[in-house]
């Protein structure tokens, strides 16, 4: 089964520009989606085909993917932000993958 | 507007068979290029990517839960059912279905339901 590697927890002060990085080598081949999770809820799609945002999610959330790894990056950090974050993709046996999760707290 | 919702037992006892039930609205999954799938949370883990079923009955599964796993459509047009068998305490999580969106190599799930908490305990 293929993985996705997240680092277990990020954090940032208000204002800050924080990254969460996501690395497998299923994303050589395959696009990488991004979801927020805040305590409680269901997970909530934050960026999908590697870099592109759905209406409604603020402009200060970005991607980008390069090779195996991609990178969410949060600017103008807000108290909001702190949540959970993944990373997903596809494997060549269309299984999707997920990552292990990104903890973010905001200082 | 797209929702789905999920409904099946709370709790169940350990090799019991699970089946859980999504409910969607705002699209068909007879039209082409729909799928829904599943995927799990245990309490203050990760998620984990179960099963899916595409608009032409096409199925997939998690390769190391596949023997346990099977996803179809409902008898109602918009529904879909998993169920996942010989049920363990390991299993107890919070169940998402999710419409799949996008195209080969380049999927993503949205919107997802609220969830559902299975608790497996004798």
């Known amino acids: 089964q293929s993985v996705l590697t997240q680092p277990p927890s990020a954090s940032g002060t208000p204002g800050q520009r924080v990254t969460i990085s996501c690395s497998g080598s299923s994303l050589g081949s395959n696009a990488v989606s991004w979801y927020q999770q805040l305590p409680g809820t269901a997970p909530k799609l934050l960026i999908f085909a590697n870099d592109h945002r759905p209406s409604g999610v603020p402009d200060r959330f970005s991607a980008s993917k390069s090779g195996t790894s991609a990178s969410l990056a949060i600017s103008g950090l807000q108290s909001e932000d702190e949540a959970d974050y993944y990373c997903a993709t596809w494997d060549d046996n269309l299984n999707g993958v997920l990552g292990g999760g990104t903890k973010l707290t905001v200082l | 507007q797209v929702t789905l919702k999920e409904s099946g037992p709370a709790l169940v006892k350990p090799t019991q068979t699970l089946t859980l039930t999504c409910t969607f609205s705002?699209?068909?999954?007879?039209?082409?290029?729909?799928?829904v799938t599943w995927i799990r949370q245990p309490p203050g883990k990760a998620l984990e990517w179960l099963a899916r079923i595409d608009w032409d009955d096409d199925k997939f599964y998690n390769t190391s839960l596949k023997t346990r796993l099977t996803i179809s459509k409902g008898a109602s047009k918009n529904q879909v059912v998993l169920t996942m068998t010989n049920m363990d305490p390991v299993d107890t999580a919070t169940y998402y279905c999710?419409?799949?969106?996008?195209?080969?190599?380049?999927?993503?799930?949205?919107?997802w339901g609220q969830g559902t908490l299975v608790t497996v305990s004798s």
């Open positions: 999710a419409r799949l969106q996008g195209t080969t190599r380049e999927y993503w799930f949205d919107p």
């Open positions: 705002g699209f068909s999954l007879s039209t082409t290029g729909m799928r």
